[in-house]
Nanobody, 123 residues
Framework: QVQLVESGGGLVQAGGSLRLSCAAS????????MDWFRQAPGKEREFVAA????????YYADSVKGRFTISRDKAKNTVYLQMNSLKSEDTAVYYC????????????????WGKGTLVTVSS
């Protein structure tokens, strides 16, 4: 089993920045890709960004390209999401997730989930 714990959420003004962290523990050798998802009130959970654990290949949702950067520190078993130029529409609970095969960038393709961290962007 793999445990994921997010941190770094909070309240920020529009145009500001935040960095989220996701610390992984347990059988992390099972994880091929680490993803970030988000869920705004009344909306479905949506894909934000992903990174391949071994080679660092990255993917981004169109809505965050050029503003968010996903990275990982293999020595610390931690994935980061640097969020810049934040907008009010980025307000959501952000979830870290891990997948064993990395084939599907959707909630149904994830095998492990954190409990989420709230990001609130004030306009």
């Amino acid at each position: 089993q793999v445990q994921l714990v997010e941190s770094g959420g909070g309240l920020v003004q529009a145009g500001g920045s935040l960095r989220l962290s996701c610390a992984a523990s347990g059988r992390t050798s099972n994880v091929l890709y680490m993803d970030w998802f988000r869920q705004a009130p009344g909306k479905e959970r949506e894909f934000v960004a992903a990174i391949g654990w071994s080679f660092g290949t990255t993917y981004y949702a169109d809505s965050v390209k050029g503003r968010f950067t996903i990275s990982r520190d293999k020595a610390k078993n931690t994935v980061y999401l640097q969020m810049n130029s934040l907008k009010s529409e980025d307000t959501a609970v952000y979830y870290c997730a891990g997948s064993r095969d990395g084939r599907l960038r959707a909630p149904s393709g994830m095998d492990y989930w954190g409990k989420g961290t709230l990001v609130t962007v004030s306009s």
